[in-house]
């Protein structure tokens, strides 16, 4: 399955929730599921529920459903609890840092930025969204001291406020991890364990 490129705020009111990488739009102003029968709640199915909370991570991490299986195997071999994991391994990703230290609107901007060379990771161009990024690792634009029009913007009205494990240095127009994300990082509401369950005879 590969990333969703329709209407934005469609996904929001079908899952239920603002995902502030996927779009900078509310649906607060229309809350109810899309659709002509959105207006009549229905009692979700267990499996609905997993369903809806592994979307919310493919849908603001931007991510392939593919993508999200591979992580959610790298999560299992590693130590400690496998929602933690997974919501670590997504939260480090560049594209998201990149998104995070408030150098564009959403995921899908930053990851534009980064495939076409606009970032730096510790001095060096990269040009892999999926790159994840490391305590004591720096990240910048790549040209620091002009900028191009849509960093400026971003960083004049960031979506969100900084992750307290990034350390901006607003002279520099740099930002650096200083530890690694957890699960309560994440700028939205999600059940780990609903996703840990739906991929439990999945991968």
Do not use: C
Not at 72 to 96: A, C, F, P, Q, W
């Amino acid at each position: 399955m590969s990333r969703y490129t329709g209407p934005r705020l469609k996904i929001l009111r079908a899952l239920g929730v603002d995902l502030p990488g996927l779009s900078r739009k509310t649906m607060q102003d229309r809350p109810n599921p899309p659709g002509q029968h959105g207006l009549k709640q229905k009692r979700k199915s267990d499996f609905g529920l997993k369903l809806m909370e592994k979307q919310k991570l493919r849908y603001n991490y931007g991510i392939s459903e593919s993508q999200l299986r591979r992580i959610v195997l790298k999560s299992k071999s590693m130590k400690g609890s496998t929602g933690e994991n997974i919501l670590s391994l997504l939260e480090r990703r560049l594209d998201n840092v990149v998104f995070r230290a408030g150098f564009a609107p959403t995921i899908p901007a930053a990851r534009q930025l980064v495939r076409h060379g606009h970032i730096r990771l510790n001095q060096q161009r990269t040009t892999i969204p999926s790159q994840q990024v490391r305590v004591g690792d720096r990240i910048t634009p790549h040209k620091p001291g002009s900028p191009l029009q849509v960093i400026k913007e971003s960083l004049a009205e960031p979506a969100l406020l900084r992750p307290e494990w990034l350390i901006w240095d607003e002279a520099a127009r740099t930002a650096r991890v200083v530890h690694l994300p957890t699960a309560s990082d994440a700028p939205f509401p999600i059940d780990m364990q609903q996703v840990v369950e739906y991929y439990a005879l999945r991968t």
